[in-house]
């Protein structure tokens, strides 16, 4: 089962999931589908009680590839087929420990908020900049962004698109403990295998409990966040936003 671009191991009852896309670990279809197919594999294997999620290099996914031929090109239909297999990530069984060594932007902050708990480093940042593209936020980010670190500060960081870094993150609830980064990753395991000790069949159902109706809202509002999305693709400040973060300046919006 293991993919060029994700691959997995079992040590114990802990599987590490690795995405291995750097310098950025941008997500589209490919991902999308290569990791929902590798947490479909790892909640059917019994070895498995928990996972840990990793990346490689130092971003932790700086968010979906903007590029032409990437996400955005297959226009509306290809974001609802993405968001049809992100909505498979949520549907998972088994405690998902994300381990964040640094950015996690626009999707990659959606990626992050997948997991149950993250573990991050001090150089760790997470941004929805979606508003800096002239994009309106997606991945579900609207519901689980606001369900971690509660509306207010969730509001500020959809609006502002401000980065919060590792140690504020963390007073915030968005991560659930900071790690150097040469430690990050065994941090990561011991919290799973912390959750892999207890009985796999009670965990499972306080999870889900705690999860409920968590995937039924999710594909709602990512309803609601693709007509948005396909309403803003259409403006001159979605196009000015794009060439704006491409060449690493602010954007000149004129609100059409």
């Not at 226009?75 to 909505?87: C, I, M, N, P, V």
């Not at 609207?142 to 959809?158: D, E, F, I, K």
């Not at 309403?231 to 609100?255: C, I, K, N, Q």
């Amino acid at each position: 089962m293991n993919d060029p671009v994700v691959r997995w191991s079992i040590n114990g009852h802990v599987a590490t999931v690795v995405l291995d896309r750097p310098p950025h670990n941008h997500v589209d279809l490919e991902v999308m589908t290569a990791l929902a197919d590798t947490f479909d594999a790892l909640d059917a294997d019994e070895r498995c009680r928990a996972v840990v999620l990793t990346t490689v290099g130092k971003v932790f996914c700086g968010g979906a590839d903007l590029a032409p031929a990437g996400l955005l090109g297959g226009g509306e239909a290809g974001l609802a087929l993405f968001y049809r297999h992100a909505a498979r990530l949520f549907s998972t069984r088994k405690p998902i420990v994300a381990a964040v060594q640094g950015a996690a932007v626009g999707a990659g902050l959606g990626l992050a908020l997948v997991a149950d708990f993250r573990v991050a480093a001090p150089e760790a940042r997470f941004a929805a900049n979606f508003v800096k593209l002239g994009f309106h936020a997606g991945f579900g980010i609207t519901h689980t962004l606001p369900r971690v670190v509660g509306m207010q500060r969730a509001s500020l960081m959809l609006q502002t698109a401000r980065r919060i870094a590792g140690a504020e993150a963390l007073a915030w609830g968005l991560v659930d403990a900071v790690a150097p980064l040469p430690e990050l990753t065994a941090a990561a395991q011991a919290l799973a295998a912390e959750l892999a000790e207890n009985a796999p069949l009670a965990v499972e159902a306080t999870r889900a409990t705690l999860r409920a109706r968590l995937v039924d809202t999710f594909v709602a509002q990512t309803r609601h966040e693709l007509a948005e999305q396909a309403r803003l693709m259409a403006t001159a400040d979605f196009a000015e936003g794009v060439r704006a973060v491409s060449e690493r300046r602010p954007g000149e919006f004129t609100g059409r």
